[in-house]
């Protein structure tokens, strides 16, 4: 289903919608609700991983992927608990419904960079060479 998606509009309209639990968390909705937005925003966020591991493998050169994939990674797991310490510090120094109201703010504001970022726009583009897949291969999946 997924292939014939154009690439960037799946990608910034799931990061946008992967965002809407924020905004539940700063209106500090019941219990029931914010567990449907969960939900929601994980359906919504499930596209983004794979689509991105397409577009690496599409572009990255064979005998480079391995030192790429490591150092996206790397720099993933990095910025993970960096960003927890500053969230603790930021709850600390403005309060929790104030740090979901920046986070959601600042989550707001780089997806829709997605939107207007031309070098963005590249996503749509397969490159010369990309792995295509035959239409019987689709069908038959």
Known sequence: IG?????????ATCFLLSGV???????????????????ASGLAAGPINPLLMTIFFERVPTNLRGRIFGIANAMAWLVMPVGAVLAGALIEVVGLTATFALVA?????VTLVAFVNPWLREM??????????????????
Not at 4 to 10: I, N
Not at 21 to 39: K, S, T
Not at 105 to 109: N, T
Request: no cysteine; glycine share 8%; aromatic share 12%.
């Open 21 to 39: 639990l924020w905004w539940l968390f700063v209106l500090q909705l019941p219990l029931p609700v914010l567990l449907a937005g969960a939900l």
């Open 3 to 11: 292939e014939g998606w154009p690439r960037l509009r799946t990608f």
């Open 124 to 141: 749509d583009d397969r490159p010369a060479g990309a792995i295509e897949r035959p239409v019987e291969a689709v069908e038959a999946s």
């Open 105 to 109: 703010i600042a989550y707001l504001g």
